[in-house]
């Protein structure tokens, strides 16, 4: 029998008939695997759509409060994403093992049940890998000059700006963080990702305003390596679980809020179980105001909240290195 990493969520039955061992590679953290595993388990207790179901369901490792509202997924069990969900589940319940990008210092608590296989009640959970931290090199040059820019700056002075690479912010968001920039008065660099005109998104003359404290670049920078920068001093992101890596890596404090319903579990953790971020809340009409980002973006870079924060992300930071130091926390059952 030969082993195989097949490193898609929807691994076809074929490898099944062929004797082939399914070995998963699950790139998000504990937390998002435990409540994918738990959807059988979901589905067969529910007694009518699972959408309906308010009730805290208590899976092991989670808030106490977590509902099927809070799922990040389609959960209408007639719906085709809702099947192919089940399927992919009952296929990785069938691997040999689930090898997670996290590690026991960030994500123990979602951890534990997964190896002590709490979440599928008929114990069929695999044996889990948490192999983490595994963070994408930076690759591509300085086109930008962004690093360039930042071994200008003095060590730990800068608040770093970017939203993963899917985003698009409307010109209305955009102008609220270039307003929450100018309010903030840190010194930025702010990777913006749009096809308009930068003069056209943000408020008049801002990046002449600007230009002595900050750096504004267009679509793409090497993220990883700004945020193991000294100057780098904190990030403002989405949820996104390479960008939390990454910043774990490089011991930088966030601010932060979800724009993807999976990321608001990672604040879960982030936020309320680690100390290492603080949240953005967003107004009535579903954007970030500029003085709600000013203000704690403020608040990182120079408060006792904010100065708590660094403090706890870098002992992170630290606890980050051993367990690559180790090749992951790994659990052998
Ligand atoms: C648990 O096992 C029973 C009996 O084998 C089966 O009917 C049921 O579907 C299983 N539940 C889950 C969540 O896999
Ligand atoms: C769930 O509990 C956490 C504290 O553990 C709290 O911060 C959060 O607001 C609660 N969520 C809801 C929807 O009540
Ligand atoms: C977040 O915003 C809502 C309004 O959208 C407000 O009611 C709430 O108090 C705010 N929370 C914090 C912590 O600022
Ligand atoms: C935060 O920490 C910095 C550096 O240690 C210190 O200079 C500053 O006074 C602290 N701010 C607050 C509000 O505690
Ligand atoms: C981690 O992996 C490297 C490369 O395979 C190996 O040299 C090293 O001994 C391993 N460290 C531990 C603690 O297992």
Known sequence: MKDNIISSPIVPNISLKLEISIYFYYTSGA????????????????????????????????PNNFTADDYPYELDSESDEFKIMLESVKTMTKSVAIIVNTFDAIEGKAL???????????????????????????YGGDENGCLRWLDLQPSKSFVFLSFGSMVRFP???????????????????????????????????FLKRTKENGMVVRNWAPQGAILSHDSTDG?????????????VRGGVPMVAGPLYAEQSLNKVILVEEMKVALELNKSKDGFVSGIELGGQIKELMDSCKGNESKQMIFKTKISSKEARDQNGSLFLI
């Open 112 to 138: 534990e049940p997964l190896n002590k296989r709490m979440i599928i009640p008929n114990g069929t959970t695999p044996t889990m890998f948490s192999i983490g931290p595994l963070i994408t090199s930076s």
């Open 31 to 62: 937390i998002v695997l435990a409540i994918f595993l738990h959807l059988p388990t979901l589905h067969q207790n529910a007694k009518k759509y699972i959408q309906d179901l308010h009730m805290p369901l208590r899976i092991p490792g989670l």
């Open 235 to 247: 990030f403002v992101t989405h949820y996104g679980w390479n960008s939390v890596l990454q910043a």
């Open 171 to 205: 010109k209305a968001q955009l102008k609220e963080i270039a307003l929450g920039l100018e309010k903030s008065k840190q010194r930025f660099l702010w990777i913006v990702r749009s096809e308009l005109d930068l003069e056209d998104l943000s408020p008049e003359e």
